[in-house]
Nanobody, 124 residues
Framework: QEQLVESGGGLVQAGGSLRLSCAAS????????MGWFRQAPGKEREFVAS????????YIADSVKGRVTISRDNAKNMVYLQMNSLKPEDTAVYYC?????????????????WGKGTLVTVSS
């Protein structure tokens, strides 16, 4: 069964860093674009970052640009989200996603797989 499992969330103080991981299993995800979305309490889900299947190109949302990087290791079927200089407004559940086209994925379209999410809480 294909699945994405996130880890690495937790409680961190403002200004701190976290690295989220997404473990993909059940199929070869190396041919899919991967990405991260987040949903804060009482808010709609929003795009955070995406990466093409080969890892050559990435796309970062303006709200986190300069503080977040996305990377992947296809040999390990892993995707990572490094978040630095965290702010209280980054508090959210972060979801790992996968789909055939990065340009669609970042718009929330054509997503084939969603993880169950990992909670990030940033205290002020």
């Amino acid at each position: 069964q294909e699945q994405l499992v996130e880890s690495g969330g937790g409680l961190v103080q403002a200004g701190g860093s976290l690295r989220l991981s997404c473990a993909a299993s059940g199929r070869t995800f190396s041919t899919l674009a991967m990405g991260w979305f987040r949903q804060a309490p009482g808010k709609e889900r929003e795009f955070v970052a995406s990466i093409t299947w080969g890892g050559v190109s990435t796309y970062i949302a303006d709200s986190v640009k300069g503080r977040v990087t996305i990377s992947r290791d296809n040999a390990k079927n892993m995707v990572y989200l490094q978040m630095n200089s965290l702010k209280p407004e980054d508090t959210a559940v972060y979801y790992c996603t996968a789909g055939p086209r990065e340009s669609q994925l970042r718009r929330g379209e054509g997503i084939l797989y969603w993880g169950k999410g990992t909670l990030v809480t940033v205290s002020s």
